[in-house]
T-cell receptor, first 114, second 111 residues
Framework: DGGITQSPKYLFRKEGQNVTLSCEQN?????MYWYRQDPGQGLRLIYY???????QKGDIAEGYSVSREKKESFPLTVTSAQKNPTAFYLC?????????????FGPGTRLTVT | DAKTTQPPSMDCAEGRAANLPCNHS???????VYWYRQIHSQGPQYIIH???NNETNEMASLIITEDRKSSTLILPHATLRDTAVYYC????????????FGAGTQVVVTP
């Protein structure tokens, strides 16, 4: 099955610890994205990457870091600098089809920091 | 950036058509209208998109007004599995790959 895998589904961490969320896709998509969703709100873009070894900050990149060493992988690290890390994190990917495209989302990781 | 306005919630009876409105009065000529939906605690799912012509696929129909200032997503025969938050999104011009998600419309399909 082609798709996007995020693991784990639920993650618990103590305050002050860095944590890395996994995102893998086998759709051969060029672009990948990380979003954050808080209860009752829409998605907000954290980082995105159009090609390997390149990525751009989204609207709320502070306290987060990413890497894109392989086309199929785009891990997100939530650092201790992120003030409110508890949230639902969603990874997405998209093909490039001349400007018209859609994003395919993974199942999400729910991070709880206490 | 073109902004979208959607009603916060709406109910629909199972088997009936659900018509979801969206206003995007500041949309630019080269911006597309996208619709996604998110079932509780899952990742969003792409539904349909369009520029100025009406579009239909296996999930839904998209009707865009001639002036492109508003659109309507139509779920022709709503089922209980269509209960979700529906997002109307205009692709942000100049920012490759970026989708601006608002609060969406919570649709509840009732038996």
């Amino acid at each position: 099955d082609g798709g996007i895998t995020q693991s784990p589904k639920y993650l618990f961490r103590k305050e002050g610890q860095n944590v890395t969320l996994s995102c893998e896709q086998n759709l051969n998509h060029d672009a990948m994205y990380w979003y954050r969703q808080d209860p009752g709100q829409g998605l907000r873009l954290i980082y995105y990457s159009q090609i390997v070894n390149d990525f751009q900050k989204g609207d709320i990149a502070e306290g987060y870091s990413v890497s894109r060493e392989k086309k199929e992988s785009f891990p997100l690290t939530v650092t201790s600098a992120q003030k409110n890390p508890t949230a639902f994190y969603l990874c997405a990917s998209s093909p490039w089809t001349g400007g018209r495209y859609e994003q395919y989302f993974g199942p999400g990781t729910r991070l709880t920091v206490t | 950036d073109a902004k979208t306005t959607q009603p916060p919630s709406m109910d629909c009876a199972e088997g009936r058509a659900a018509n979801l409105p969206c206003n995007h009065s500041t949309i630019s000529g080269n911006e597309y209208v996208y619709w996604y939906r998110q079932i509780h605690s899952q990742g969003p799912q792409y539904i349909i998109h369009g520029l100025k012509n009406n579009e239909t696929n296996e999930m839904a129909s998209l009707i865009i007004t001639e002036d492109r200032k508003s659109s309507t997503l139509i779920l022709p025969h709503a089922t209980l599995r269509d209960t979700a938050v529906y997002y109307c999104i205009v692709r942000v011009d100049g920012s490759w790959g970026k989708l601006q998600f608002g609060a969406g419309t919570q649709v509840v399909v009732t038996p």
